[in-house]
């Protein structure tokens, strides 16, 4: 059974940072695409990031520049380092994996072409 455990998660003053981890275990072939998601109370769920596993990386526009993807592929732990953060950033955050390339189907940004996903770290942003 394939399990994601996210981390890192807090509360911070706007321009800080954080960065969050995901742990990966499970499974048995390698995940192709990883992503990043947020959920703020009454909104949708919204896509941040993804990262191909040969490294490949996306970004939502009003991320860009601040956010970054990365993995350590030796330790199935997926990163986001989040700097200059905004009260708007301030959302419930899962890291999620699929066997498709982030690029197919509905692209990097659909979450229902992620198969699992970690039970989120919630990220608050004091202004």
């Known amino acids: 059974q394939v399990q994601l455990v996210e981390s890192g998660g807090g509360s911070v003053q706007a321009g800080g940072s954080l960065r969050l981890s995901c742990v990966v275990s499970?499974?048995?072939?390698?995940?192709?695409?990883m992503g990043w998601f947020r959920q703020a109370p009454g909104k949708e769920r919204e896509g941040v990031a993804a990262?191909?596993?040969?490294?490949?990386?996306r970004y939502a526009e009003d991320v860009k520049g601040r956010f970054y993807i990365s993995q350590d592929n030796a330790k199935d732990t997926l990163f986001l380092q989040m700097n200059s953060l905004k009260a708007e950033d301030t959302a419930m955050y899962y890291c999620?994996?699929?066997?498709?390339?982030?690029?197919?189907?509905?692209?990097?940004?659909?979450?229902?072409?992620?198969?699992?996903w970690g039970q989120g770290t919630q990220v608050t942003v004091s202004s």
């Open positions: 999620a994996v699929r066997w498709s390339l982030c690029d197919y189907g509905g692209g990097w940004y659909a979450g229902y072409e992620y198969s699992y």
């Open positions: 990262m191909y596993s040969s490294g490949t990386t």
């Open positions: 499970g499974y048995i072939i390698k995940y192709q695409c």
